[in-house]
């Protein structure tokens, strides 16, 4: 399968641990991208990469949240102290910049739930 | 601002009946449309998608939706719903910078037998 995997698919912490979480994307895609979606609503934009490079974070990602994404390949994204706020699904995506663009290839998640 | 607006959060349907899912956009700049699945506990799956050209776009499983740009609309629809369908369904945009997705708040589309 040469889709985009993550790992792991279900994650239960206790509150204040800290999780990480990886996602190896399609492999000649440049761009990675993080959403997260709680019950009931549409994915919400993390941030992204182009290759390594993290050029986009949005404002719901506080500092406890750290995304990485060494030599432009798999990406980790790390919660520390972790909050039972921050129990959702959180989706990895990749996609090929190219002059017509195309689609994100959305991985099947990680569902993290904080007790 | 960029948003997705889906009008309707839950849509049920007996089977073999047709269907549409609204959504609706607001952007002053080019976008692209796309409308994705969701089937409980999965990523989610490209079912159609629009850049340019012809307003009437087909996609996987029998689903096609049209784009009207005087309408801000990128509704889906398909004439006869099977219970396999049952899912949720995303509407996006990408602008033009191509950054980021924007999806609504999704609808989740309950087939009858």
């Known amino acids: 399968d040469t889709g985009v995997s993550q790992d792991p698919r279900h994650k239960i912490t206790k509150r204040g641990q800290n999780v990480t979480f990886r996602c190896d994307p399609i492999?000649?895609?440049?761009?990675l991208y993080w959403y997260r979606q709680t019950l009931g609503q549409g994915p919400e934009f993390l941030t992204y990469?182009?290759?390594?490079?993290?050029?986009?974070k949005s404002r719901l990602l506080s500092d406890r949240f750290s995304a990485e994404r060494p030599k432009g390949s798999f990406s980790t994204l790390e919660i520390q102290r972790t909050e039972q706020g921050d129990s959702a699904m959180y989706l990895c995506?990749?996609?090929?910049?190219?002059?017509?663009?195309?689609?994100?290839?959305f991985g099947q998640g990680t569902r993290l739930t904080v007790v | 601002a960029q948003s997705v607006t889906q009008l309707d959060s839950q849509v049920p349907v007996f089977e073999e009946a047709p269907v549409e899912l609204r959504c609706n956009y607001s952007?002053?700049?080019?976008?692209?449309l796309f409308w994705y699945v969701q089937y409980p506990n999965q990523g989610l799956q490209l079912l159609l998608k629009?850049?340019?050209?012809?307003?009437l776009v087909k996609g996987i499983n029998g689903f096609e939706a049209e784009f009207n740009k005087s309408q801000t609309s990128f509704h889906l629809r398909k004439p006869s719903v099977h219970i396999s369908d049952t899912a949720e369904y995303f509407c996006?945009?990408?602008?033009?910078?191509?950054?980021?997705?924007?999806f609504g708040s999704g609808t989740k589309l309950n087939v009858k037998p």
């Open positions: 492999s000649e895609h440049n761009r």
């Open positions: 629009y850049l340019s050209g012809s307003t």
């Open positions: 990469f182009q290759n390594e490079a993290q050029l986009e």
């Open positions: 952007s002053s700049v080019s976008v692209y």
């Open positions: 996006a945009v990408l602008k033009g910078n191509f950054n980021k997705f924007y």
């Open positions: 995506a990749s996609s090929l910049t190219s002059e017509v663009n195309t689609e994100a290839f």
